[in-house]
C-alpha cells in the first residue's frame, strides 16, 4: 500500500504566498507521476499541475505563472509552490501519485486527504 501526507496548507492574504508538500511512503518501486488537483466547495475536482517522472510538467490554465509542481525524487515528496494567491484558489488542495509498486506490474493512482487553502482578507 502507499501513503500520501499533505502538509503546508492555511489561510492567507490575497496576493499571499503558500508551499504545500506532499510526502510518500509505503511500497514503492518507481513514481510514473505526481501532482495537485483541488477542489472549491460546490464545484468539481480540477487538475492543477502534475510532473512526470521526466520532469515535464503540465499546469491548468488558471495557475500558469502563479504556482510551481516541483519534486525531490530521493524523498518521494513533490511541492507546490503558490504564489499571487487569489480568493478564486480557495480550496482543498489534493496530492495524486502514480506509483508502481512493483517491477513489471501495472501503476495505481493514490490519492492524500487534502489540505485546506484559504485565501481571504
Known amino acids: 500500500q502507499v501513503q500520501l501526507v499533505e502538509s503546508g496548507g492555511g489561510l492567507v492574504q490575497p496576493g499571499g504566498s503558500l508551499r504545500l508538500s506532499c510526502a510518500a511512503s509505503g511500497s514503492i518501486f518507481s513514481i510514473v507521476a505526481m501532482g495537485w488537483y483541488r477542489q472549491a466547495p460546490g464545484k468539481q475536482r480540477e487538475l492543477v499541475a502534475t510532473?512526470?517522472?521526466?520532469?515535464?510538467?503540465h499546469y491548468a490554465e488558471s495557475v500558469t505563472g502563479r504556482f510551481t509542481v516541483s519534486t525531490n525524487n530521493a524523498k518521494n515528496t513533490v511541492y507546490l509552490q503558490m504564489n499571487s494567491l487569489k480568493p478564486e484558489d480557495t480550496a482543498v488542495y489534493y496530492c495524486n501519485a502514480d506509483v508502481i509498486q512493483t517491477v513489471g506490474h501495472p501503476q495505481f493512482e493514490y490519492w492524500g486527504q487534502g489540505t485546506l487553502v484559504t485565501v481571504s482578507e
Open positions: 510532473i512526470v517522472s521526466s520532469g515535464h510538467t
